[in-house]
């Protein structure tokens, strides 16, 4: 065993004394009655200062158990936010580092037992999951720092024997009984571009791999396989290496990813699993094979614009009555889509699958889908998706003088055969196979349309294959 276990990032020992388990289980009980911000600050406050104090394992260990129960107290509040607060993901990565101490202090002790060790290797890494999710959920890149322990983590676990230990750990959302599972876990969601998804699918995504990503199996390096699962080099600061990187590290340090038995597993029977979980799986397992998502070339373009967001919206700007506009700058074009750079204040607005309308000044809108987001210093970086045709106004009804809905019709000339459109609605409005009422703009007559199967559904809206005279 080469990789030292005191690579683990940790930060220096300040104090020498702690307050007592019991000064410190009552300040926890009277943050509790708190405010949720208020009291989130004072755990942390908390465990920041014993992080940086010396202790005995056991006075470490019984005050990290503590520290965990405030964590569950604090997820099951943080549970409905689709955005966790950053002082939650800031608790996440604190408590990373207590485990992590921790398990220091246990492999500096004398021979500790397996499951004691298979323990603390399991919170180290459960809290590290934790903090990538909530990164994730933020649409953040992860600290680097988070990878590199996490590969230690699981190496000290390969050598320990801890791998397929069970711990009963009971977090929401689910993590993977075991060591292996969990990691693996961190490597699937990391490998599903978590960036295109949805709010809300991280933590579904998360919790639907957790019965699964045990299957998986990291195989040892052979330069003359030619397996198409990812390759990881457990020395790097990133979850795999991309399909650009030579696998050119120490061996023994490089693992092949093998998803053969997991890919199998997706497609049995599994009754505790939802439709909803289903359907995310399957979208994002391509992914897992570094199947490329984009299809054109990039294109560097610098230019400003203006976005208008959202389906009301939308309709209001090709009526002309000026909806108030989202200002950004295109960084790359192309012919498929483009990415944007906007100010960190849109970013509740423009969620991943919301419908916009891009201006750029020509006479013709785009209408586009927000494919993918991402923040960072610079502010809101976004991935357009363009949707091809001509985007038009039209109102709908369930009766020719009943209440109008707004919606967009885009349509696309077909050489031969007219016109293919896709009408555009809010999510929940109208039903498949539900009769309505379609008038164009300009046009005072009304159709009779019954609304076929949607083929594209997004978070905020679907579409509707038309046919019209």
């Known amino acids: 065993m080469t990789l030292d276990a ?31 911000d208020n009291a989130l600050q ?30 569950r107290h604090h997820a099951k509040a943080c549970q409905a936010d689709k955005t966790p607060p950053a002082l939650f993901v800031h608790l996440c990565s604190e408590l990373a580092i207590g485990f992590k101490r921790l398990l220091l202090q246990i492999l500096q002790g004398r021979q500790p037992s397996r499951p004691h060790l298979a323990w603390c290797l399991y919170m180290a890494q459960h809290f590290l999951a934790q903090s990538l999710l909530r990164h994730y959920q933020l649409y953040q890149e992860p600290p680097p720092s988070l990878w590199r322990d996490s590969h230690l983590l699981y190496w000290i676990g390969e050598h320990q024997h801890c791998l397929d ?44 791999l957790s019965p699964l990503a045990g299957l998986a199996r ?20 990133q979850p795999c290496l991309s399909q650009e990187q030579p696998a050119a590290g120490n061996h023994d340090y490089l693992r092949r990813f093998e998803l053969g038995a997991l890919l199998i597993a997706l497609h049995e029977p599994a009754p505790l699993q939802s439709a909803g979980e289903r359907q995310l799986l399957e979208r994002v397992q391509q992914h897992w094979l570094g199947r490329q998502q984009r299809r054109h070339p990039r294109a560097e373009h610098a230019s400003a614009c203006n976005l208008v967001v959202g389906l009301s919206s939308i309709h209001a700007q090709l009526l002309e009555q000026r909806p108030a506009h989202t200002s950004a700058q295109i960084l790359d074009a192309s012919s498929g889509g483009a990415r944007l750079l906007c100010n ?8 991943v699958g919301q419908l916009v309308l891009l201006l750029t000044g020509s006479d ?12 960072n210093a610079e502010g809101l970086h976004l991935g357009l ?24 019709l885009q349509s696309t000339p077909a050489p031969g055969i007219g016109w293919h459109h896709g009408l555009w609605l809010p999510n929940g409005q109208f039903g498949e196979g539900e009769n309505v009422w379609l008038q164009l703009a300009s046009i005072n007559n009304q159709a009779l349309l019954q609304l076929p199967t949607a083929n594209l559904i997004t978070a905020s809206v679907t579409r509707y294959p038309m046919q019209l005279a």
């Open 364 to 375: 013709t809108p785009t209408l586009a889908l927000v494919r993918w987001r991402h923040l």
């Open 42 to 71: 004072q755990v942390l406050s908390l465990l920041f200062r014993l992080n940086r104090s010396a202790m005995t394992l056991l006075e470490r260990q019984r005050a990290l158990q503590s520290f965990s129960d405030e964590y």
């Open 218 to 237: 990291l195989l040892p390096w052979d330069d003359e396989d030619d397996l198409e699962g990812p390759a990881i080099d457990l020395t790097e600061s």
């Open 165 to 208: 230990e069970p711990v009963a750990a009971a977090f929401q959302p689910a993590p993977a009984s075991t060591l292996r599972g969990l990691y693996q876990q961190m490597l699937l969601l990391a490998l599903s571009n978590p960036f295109h998804l949805a709010e809300g699918e991280c933590l579904v995504l998360f919790a639907a």
């Open 385 to 408: 998706r363009y949707l091809k045709g001509l985007p038009r106004p039209v109102w709908l009804r369930r009766a020719p003088s009943a209440q109008t809905h707004p919606g967009v």
């Open 344 to 351: 960190q204040d849109q970013a509740r607005q423009l969620a």
């Open 6 to 36: 005191l690579r683990l990032e940790v930060p220096d020992i300040l104090e020498e004394h702690a307050a007592s388990l019991a000064e410190l289980n009552e300040q926890l009980a009277l943050a509790r009655l708190q405010p949720q």
